[in-house]
């Protein structure tokens, strides 16, 4: 068109038809080195495929094959890297090397500045799929719908598709850190996770426009965009036969509803899952792919290649087409060597095809409609279901926003609705909690009774507020570490959602809100036990109270630091003791326990012990008034036996023996006391407070910024 067509008002050209949203691999090539070039292992070789929308991919092939390496590349779990190197979380090997695209649309799926995954919704259901295990099915899946800015109609919806009504009511169970809860079944988890991501794809569909806020997709006044991508890993493996029949049902059927690309890796499916499937993807040893297309042409295209592989009647056709890839290795030398022709001959059948072609060429034919180019005839262009529509499926420009998502301040309620829910529902924890601080309270108790005033009680004081310093801060750092680490599987899932996620800080604080205060009743009750048991200064029990609340927070907060820092939840538990018993070293302002030496003193100020332990000592003996010849145990028994058998001479005698007995010459006052041990004589309660509060706030800020930065 020349500048005198545009003049003269000529239509513009129409722009380009939108690209169909298939999801390509092309020429994935993962190697893995180990040390040196000679050890060399190819995981993915050249491995190209198409799934599309509306469609369920299944991926078949022998164990070993590189099924669950392919799923985690087209997770953008590993991506190519410029240099070869593998990036993403995950063991590193010195030379790891992937190669290859993957496009969504056309475009670069993971890579470049604006990846498609960051506007189309990616899920990843994992083998086991992970829960609060303490919510219902229906309050996980309101839960979920809430963060992507659905309501209950969509979880009545998804609950009736996905068949959980029989236990929408029922605890998902599990274990997220408390006791194994029984819940639903394997078959109900697994179904329950693909709700959630149909869930998710439905909220992020829709069509931003407040007029249309309210329809549902399909209903009148929205439309579909990119339908998104499910990538299920192995979602029937350990099921019975019905229940995995179940599984693959639903996806065939949510990657109709929703338009998605589902692709889901299966193992040796029986003949009724197979014909569920819309498109197969075969994989042989190394990642090499022997038939990536509809599934019903699958057959009839390695007949083609030779008659031999003919699949007899009433034999399970995917046995039949893994068993032809498959390299016996037992069989003698042989037969390998047999297996291995015939793999080879039948993966360059494949590559010899103009499908295969397509497939590696980046991008692919995808911005065509993609009707001409499956093998065995079958157009799957012709019978998806998003075909009919050629609008139908395209992604809005810059992508269809999902409707109204919650800020910050409603994700941070609808967590701490989540978190209050799971504590409360974990009350066995609390009791037994209570019970066990109780009955240690009532042992110290016992052990320590009445210790009086005697210059023995400054040492027995002394060590009763260490004991209950260190009781506070073993149980919930314990507790944290425990529970935290547990849950960061489902956290790190529902966070790494482009859509319905939630950021670090509504998540971190809202369960630092709910779970603190209820964590600080179980200490608070053994020093309200101790106290008068043991006869601390009655005027000091509130600061030590406080005190003990206050060492809960910062312990809490060092267990979720170190859970956050730890790749796994068993280093986190590996690791958090030796941390907690560091503390005590350099926390410990009586020197029982260690010698700090003064090189190391600036580190002792991170020791929450040591500001634990002193705000107890400050509370306990300022103020404090000793009496030599008082009432100390020892010597009023001592007193009493002499004042029966004894004169006043007598009974001084053994006052003094008793006196020889005892550490030391005794303090006045506990002034004196806490000026021996060089802390401050007056305030010095509130002052470790302070540093408790700061303690605590360092390790909950670096908690807040391992989660905000690394994710959870
Ligand atoms: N990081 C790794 N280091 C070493 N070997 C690896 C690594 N990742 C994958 N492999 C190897 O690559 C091959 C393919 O693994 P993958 O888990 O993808 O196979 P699969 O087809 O899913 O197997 P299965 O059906 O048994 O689950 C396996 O032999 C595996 O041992």
Redesign the pocket.
């Known amino acids: 068109m020349d500048g005198d067509e545009l003049e003269a008002g000529a239509p513009p050209d129409p722009p380009p038809a939108p690209p169909e949203d298939v999801l390509g691999w092309h020429n994935l090539r993962?190697v893995?080195h180990?040390g040196d070039r000679r050890r060399e292992?190819t995981?993915?070789s050249g491995t190209s495929g198409i799934a599309r929308p509306g469609r369920l991919l299944g991926v078949l092939?022998?164990?070993?094959?590189?099924?669950?390496?392919?799923?985690?590349v087209l997770a953008g779990k590993l991506r190519p890297a410029a240099d070869g190197r593998?990036k993403g979380r995950?063991?590193r090997?010195a030379t790891?090397g992937l190669v290859g695209d993957v496009t969504f649309g056309g475009e670069p799926f993971h890579e470049g500045p604006h990846p498609a995954s960051e506007r189309v919704p990616l899920s990843y259901i994992e083998q086991d799929p992970r829960f609060f295990s303490n919510l219902t099915v229906r309050e996980t899946l309101t839960l979920d719908a809430n963060l992507h800015g659905g309501d209950a109609s969509d979880v009545d919806d998804v609950v009736r598709r996905l068949g959980l009504a029989a236990c929408a009511d029922t605890l998902v169970g599990g274990d997220t850190g408390g006791k194994e809860v029984r819940g639903i079944s394997g078959g109900e988890r697994r179904r329950l996770a693909i709700a959630c991501e149909t869930l998710s794809l439905r909220c992020s569909s829709r069509v931003a426009a407040p007029e249309k806020a309210d329809a549902t997709i399909g209903g009148a006044g929205a439309r579909k965009a990119a339908g998104g991508v499910i990538l299920a890993?192995?979602p029937t493996t350990g099921l019975d036969a019905h229940a995995a029949d179940k599984i693959v049902e639903k996806l065939a059927e949510t990657a109709r509803e929703e338009r998605a690309v589902v692709v889901a890796?299966l193992?040796q499916p029986r003949s009724a899952i197979f014909q569920k499937l819309d498109d197969l993807l075969l994989?042989a040893?190394?990642?090499r792919v022997a038939y990536c297309g509809p599934a019903s042409g699958a057959l009839a295209h390695f007949e083609k290649i030779d008659p031999s592989y003919h699949c007899p009647t009433h034999h399970n056709p995917a046995e039949f087409l893994i068993d032809l890839v498959a390299i016996n290795c037992d069989g003698g030398e042989g037969a390998e060597a047999a297996d291995v022709a015939r793999v080879d001959a039948i993966c360059h059948a494949w590559a010899s095809t103009g499908e295969c072609a397509a497939h590696e060429s980046v991008p692919i034919g995808v911005r065509s409609n993609g009707g001409g180019d499956s093998p065995g005839g079958d157009s799957p262009g012709g019978d998806s279901p998003g075909g009919d529509s050629p609008g139908a499926g395209t992604v809005a420009a810059g992508g269809s926003l999902p409707r109204q998502q919650p800020g910050p301040l409603r994700q941070f309620a609808l967590l701490a609705g989540r978190a209050w829910r799971q504590t409360r529902r974990e009350a066995w924890v609390r009791v037994t909690q209570l019970v066990a601080s109780a009955a240690l309270a009532a042992a110290f108790g016992v052990c320590n009774f009445k210790v009086g005033y005697g210059p023995k009680s400054v040492k027995q004081r002394a060590a009763v507020l260490m004991q209950a310093c260190i009781n506070t801060s073993m149980l919930a750092i314990c507790r944290s570490l425990n529970g935290f680490p547990r849950e960061r599987a489902t956290v790190s899932r529902e966070m790494r959602r482009k859509r319905g996620g939630y950021t670090a800080g509504p998540y971190f604080f809202s369960k630092l809100l709910v779970e603190t205060p209820v964590d600080m009743i179980a200490p608070v009750v053994f020093g309200a036990v101790v106290g008068p048991m043991v006869g601390l200064r009655r005027e000091g029990r509130g600061w030590f109270l406080a005190t003990l609340a206050l060492q809960t927070a910062a312990s809490s907060t060092l267990g979720t630091s170190v859970g956050a820092l730890s790749p796994s939840a068993e280093m986190a538990l590996a690791i958090g003791p030796c941390v907690m018993v560091l503390c005590i070293m350099l926390g410990d302002e009586t020197g029982a326990f260690a010698e700090v030496p003064d090189g190391l003193a600036p580190l002792a100020n991170a020791s929450l012990i040591k500001w634990g332990f002193r705000g107890c000592l400050c509370s306990e003996f300022e103020g404090l008034k000793f009496d030599p010849l008082g009432d100390d145990r020892a010597k009023k028994d001592a007193a009493k036996t002499a004042a029966k058998t004894a004169a006043k001479t007598a009974k001084a005698a053994i006052v003094a023996r008793a006196k020889k007995k005892m550490d030391g010459p005794c303090p006045r006052t506990g002034e004196d006391v806490l000026e021996d041990m060089g802390l401050p004589l007056r305030g010095g309660a509130a002052r470790a407070a302070k540093a408790q509060c700061v303690v605590a706030l360092a390790n909950a800020a670096l908690t807040y910024l391992v989660l905000r930065f690394r994710g959870a």
């Open positions: 993962y893995i180990r292992r995981i993915l092939g022998p164990s070993g094959s590189g099924k669950t390496s392919l799923m985690t593998r995950g063991r090997h790891d890993d192995e890796v193992h994989l040893a190394g990642g």
